[in-house]
């Protein structure tokens, strides 16, 4: 199984991005998937989590600003980013729980800047 993720990039404070992330390769079931940020010269941080059963959670910095969707019939998961701030510029990884397995994507570096 692997993880791509796209749609990094630089924006300007209260702009908008949008990240996706797919799973490919032998899938069975997808119980889990989320975003994690690593801002610079800080630790890995849960973003967004998001179930099978749709239910989310949302770290108390990006709640009302931040949506995390899945398309289960494609195995992807999206970042809607809103009102984005200075504090937001990190690597974004997504990450999957499929099959009893956790995966990683690459990151995806986001800068949030004038």
């Known amino acids: 199984v692997q993880l791509q993720a796209s749609g990094g990039g630089l924006v300007q404070p209260g702009g908008s991005l949008r990240l996706s992330c797919a799973a490919s390769?032998?899938?069975?079931?997808?119980?889990?998937m989320a975003w994690f940020r690593q801002p610079p010269g800080n630790e890995r941080e849960l973003v967004a989590t998001?179930?099978?059963?749709?239910?989310?959670n949302y770290a108390d910095s990006v709640k009302g600003r931040f949506t995390i969707s899945r398309d289960d019939a494609k195995n992807t998961v999206d970042l809607q980013m809103i009102s984005l701030k200075p504090e937001d510029t990190a690597v974004y990884y997504c990450y999957a729980f499929i099959d009893r397995s956790a995966y990683w994507g690459k990151g995806t570096l986001v800068t949030v800047s004038s």
């Open positions: 390769g032998s899938i069975f079931s997808v119980e889990r």
């Open positions: 998001i179930f099978g059963a749709g239910y989310t």
